[in-house]
């Protein structure tokens, strides 16, 4: 439960900074963005890759498509 908890913690985060980025706030740049996405992607495909490896297949192959909606601030609007 505490991982759970912890990985909504940080994706609540990254969605705060995308959302400061877009804005024009919080003096992060997309590149670091980028870095913070991509980790959190590889946390959670670690976490679930013996669970659920469907799952963890299907978020791993739509890493791309995730982030094209998140870095793009009409895209990012609408979540």
Same mark, same amino acid.
């Given at each position: 439960?505490? =991982?759970? !908890?912890?990985?909504?913690? /940080?994706?609540? *985060? &990254? #969605?705060?900074?995308?959302?400061?980025?877009?804005?024009?706030?919080?003096? =992060?740049? !997309?590149?670091?963005?980028? /870095?913070?996405? *991509? &980790? #959190?992607?590889?946390?959670?495909?670690?976490?679930?890759?013996?669970?659920?490896?469907? !799952?963890?297949?299907?978020?791993?192959?739509?890493?791309?498509?995730?982030?094209?909606?998140?870095?793009?601030?009409?895209?990012?609007?609408?979540?």
């Amino acid at each position: 439960m505490f =991982t759970k !908890l912890s990985l909504k913690n /940080e994706v609540d *985060d &990254l #969605l705060e900074r995308f959302r400061m980025f877009h804005e024009g706030r919080g003096g =992060t740049t !997309l590149a670091k963005l980028r /870095e913070n996405y *991509d &980790l #959190l992607v590889l946390k959670v495909v670690a976490l679930l890759q013996d669970k659920d490896s469907a !799952l963890a297949r299907d978020i791993s192959t739509s890493r791309e498509a995730l982030w094209n909606l998140l870095q793009d601030p009409v895209k990012f609007k609408t979540l």
